[in-house]
């Protein structure tokens, strides 16, 4: 039985790991446009159009889009958000400063298309780090909302991305088998 | 001379040479702008659109086997934009009204783009 493939954004402030996450999780070449960075941003290399990568799990292909981090480069959520299945917002545990514009591009997404979403918390391993109750009343969520996720570590990402396709397909993939059968 | 009084009479002198022009802007390759000479619009807008689009082009071109990039564009029913690799650094934009003479066009930014190219190092 084929599926069509689902499309799941990758998004949030500079930095969080959208690119590292992409990069871990895709079976394919992923499509990175990271140029070196002019400011100072904490590493080297910033992404200005997208990232691309596909992999499969629970027997679905997913296409992961991740978006740029840099603010300037808005324009390019709504072009990436366009028919995503689900969303997932990258935050940094140890960047509280850039948590406004996470809120920030949680609720534009959010409101262009109304897609399930979950809070991936990475860098949970740094020093002087929000706790997740603490980033999950910042944004006003449930804390089942968050899950804590290295986007370094392969199996914590993909185990990321089954919790929010649980939410894309509350009633899982026999049941939307037979409904569209 | 300065680095940005280098890049700017660059743009003045392109927009000189091409009246017809509405305008082009320099920015770097991770879209934030370094000289402008637009005559309407916000610019650090389009510094970074256009460095988007010359950074996805540039992924086009490894993927497709093209080489290395050195221009794409976007045309509308009323203008073109026109952007140029300059070095690794840099990228030089163009916004042109629809008509005029492409072929001049080309040749004068190509040039402009080789000697931002120079300037950014
Ligand atoms: N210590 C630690 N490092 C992490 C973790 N997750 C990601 N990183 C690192 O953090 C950096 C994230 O960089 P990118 O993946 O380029 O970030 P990005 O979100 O794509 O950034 P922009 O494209 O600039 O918006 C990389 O160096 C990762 O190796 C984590 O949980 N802990
Ligand atoms: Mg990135």
Same mark, same amino acid.
């Given at each position: 039985m084929d599926f069509a493939p689902l499309k799941v954004v990758v998004s949030g402030p500079v930095g969080a790991g959208k690119s590292t996450y992409i990069r871990t999780l895709s079976t394919t070449t992923v499509v990175e446009t990271d140029e070196m960075a002019?400011?100072?941003?904490?590493?080297d290399l910033t992404t200005v159009a997208l990232d691309f990568g596909t992999l499969h799990i629970d027997g679905f292909e997913v296409l992961l889009f991740g978006t740029p981090? !840099?603010? *300037? %480069?808005? %324009?390019m959520w709504s072009v990436l958000c366009e028919g995503a299945a689900g969303l997932l917002l990258l935050v940094a545990a140890h960047r509280p400063g850039s948590f406004l514009k996470a809120r920030h591009i949680l609720e534009f997404i959010t409101s262009q298309v109304p897609i399930p979403f979950l809070l991936a918390v990475t860098?949970?391993? !740094?020093? *002087?780090v929000w706790e997740l109750e603490e980033i999950a009343d910042f944004f006003g969520l449930?804390?089942?909302?968050l899950l804590a996720v290295d986007a370094r570590d392969r199996s914590a990402c993909a185990r990321m991305l089954h919790r929010l396709l649980e939410r894309c397909l509350p009633t899982g993939r026999d049941e939307q088998s037979r409904v569209t059968a | 001379m300065s680095l940005a009084d280098r890049l700017q009479s660059t743009l003045n002198e392109l927009r000189s040479a091409l009246p017809d022009v509405r305008g082009c802007l320099i920015a770097s390759?991770? /879209?934030?702008?370094?000289a402008q000479n637009v005559s309407s619009g916000d610019s650090n807008r389009m510094a970074a659109m256009v460095a988007t689009s010359l950074g996805l082009g540039k992924r086009m071109c490894e993927a497709f086997g093209? /080489?290395?990039?050195?221009e794409t564009s976007v045309s509308g029913d009323a203008g073109q934009v026109f952007i140029y690799g300059a070095g690794s650094k840099g990228v030089l934009a163009v916004i042109n009204a629809a008509g005029g003479n492409i072929g001049l066009l080309h040749l004068e930014c190509r040039a402009a783009a080789r000697k931002v190219a120079e300037i950014l190092g």
């Open positions: 002019t400011e100072c941003i904490g590493k981090g !840099q603010e *300037r %480069f808005d %324009f860098h949970t391993d !740094q020093e *002087r449930p804390v089942t909302d | 390759a991770d /879209g934030m702008l370094i093209s /080489g290395s990039l050195s």
